[in-house]
Structures are given as C-alpha cells and as structure tokens.
C-alpha cells in the first residue's frame, strides 16, 4: 500500500481510509473480497471494451 501512496503522492493513511470506503460502499467483508471484486471488474471491463471494439467494424 506505500508504493501506492508514493506513486499518488497521498499518505498511507489516505490510502487505507479509501480503501476501507470503497469496501464499505460496495459491501465487501475484507480486503481480499475487494481485491477479487476490482480483479473481476478490471476483466469484465477489458472483455466490454473488446467486444464494442469489434462491434464498431461490423456493419449493420
């Protein structure tokens, strides 16, 4: 989590605040649920973005 910190230019404790905002806001239990939960967000939005680029050269 300092890395993060660093590379934001935000403290620790910003960072852990964030965190523990998001996980309260989307209802996970701990940090590892909100580590899945953005792992299949991240896929899921890398799959959407493919699709739609693949739509955009089909004709209609």
């Given at each position: 989590m300092s890395r993060i910190a660093q590379e934001l230019g935000l403290s620790r404790k910003t960072i852990e605040t964030y965190r523990e905002h998001i996980k309260l806001k989307f209802r996970y239990s701990n940090a590892e649920a909100l580590r899945k939960g953005?792992?299949?967000w991240a896929?899921?939005?890398s799959v959407?973005?493919?699709?739609a680029r693949k739509d955009r050269g089909k004709p209609r």
């Amino acid at each position: 989590m300092s890395r993060i910190a660093q590379e934001l230019g935000l403290s620790r404790k910003t960072i852990e605040t964030y965190r523990e905002h998001i996980k309260l806001k989307f209802r996970y239990s701990n940090a590892e649920a909100l580590r899945k939960g953005a792992l299949d967000w991240a896929h899921h939005s890398s799959v959407e973005s493919l699709d739609a680029r693949k739509d955009r050269g089909k004709p209609r």
